[in-house]
């Protein structure tokens, strides 16, 4: 199982409302860290009352090597709002792929797992800047013949290739389009 989730950085002290429609699974608001569970320390989202940003990047798990990735490597400048995706599946075929260098979006008949895709509606933050990462619970074969729960972080890249990352530049209100996959 997969479990993704959506890191969105907005420039430090600023707030405002990031929306999301889908065809999938909408997008929970996380409060708390998945691994660490250090609660949310900072206000930053207009439209939702309560703790709902973090203002260091100490809720990531050590682990994760994004935390060199900019601007993940300048928390005292960032906020970041977290949201969890769901989990990603392989049941679906024929996926489409993101070429960060290139920008070409190629089709794979052949290739399994599971895209998702929504649109987010931005406005109050100078801009904002999203990543994702995996986190992954896989069945392991251990010693002695026995099954055991492993688990494990999987990078942006490993999760998401290629399309894990992008800024968009909101003066106004605007409209990104994320793809996820398996």
């Given at each position: 199982i997969i ?6 950085t ?12 889908t ?6 608001l ?8 250090v ?7 207009t439209h ?18 994004v ?5 993940l ?9 977290i949201?969890d995706?769901g989990?990603?599946?392989?049941e679906?075929a024929?996926l489409y792929d993101y070429?960060?260098?290139t ?10 797992g599971?895209?998702?895709?929504y649109?987010?509606?931005?406005s109050?933050?100078?801009y904002v800047h999203?990543d ?6 896989t ?8 099954n055991?729960?492993?688990k494990?972080w999987k990078?942006t890249?490993?999760g998401?290739p290629?399309?894990?990352d992008?800024?968009?530049v909101?003066p106004?209100?605007?409209t990104?389009v994320?793809?996820?996959r398996?």
């Amino acid at each position: 199982i997969i479990q993704g989730t959506l890191l969105i950085t907005v420039p430090q002290g600023q707030s405002g409302t990031i929306s999301f429609s889908t065809i999938d699974e909408m997008p929970t608001l996380l409060t708390v860290s998945p691994e660490t569970l250090v609660k949310v320390d900072a206000d930053k989202l207009t439209h939702i009352t309560g703790l709902d940003g973090y203002t260091t990047t100490d809720f990531l798990p050590s682990t994760i090597p994004v935390l060199n990735h900019y601007p993940l490597n300048k928390p005292h400048q960032y906020d970041f709002i977290i949201f969890d995706l769901g989990n990603f599946t392989k049941e679906e075929a024929g996926l489409y792929d993101y070429n960060a260098e290139t920008g070409a979006i190629t089709y794979h008949p052949s290739a399994q797992g599971e895209q998702k895709e929504y649109t987010v509606t931005i406005s109050g933050f100078e801009y904002v800047h999203f990543d994702m990462y995996a986190y992954v619970e896989t069945v392991c074969r251990c010693r002695g013949g026995g099954n055991c729960k492993c688990k494990r972080w999987k990078t942006t890249w490993e999760g998401n290739p290629g399309s894990h990352d992008s800024t968009a530049v909101t003066p106004e209100p605007a409209t990104l389009v994320l793809l996820g996959r398996d």
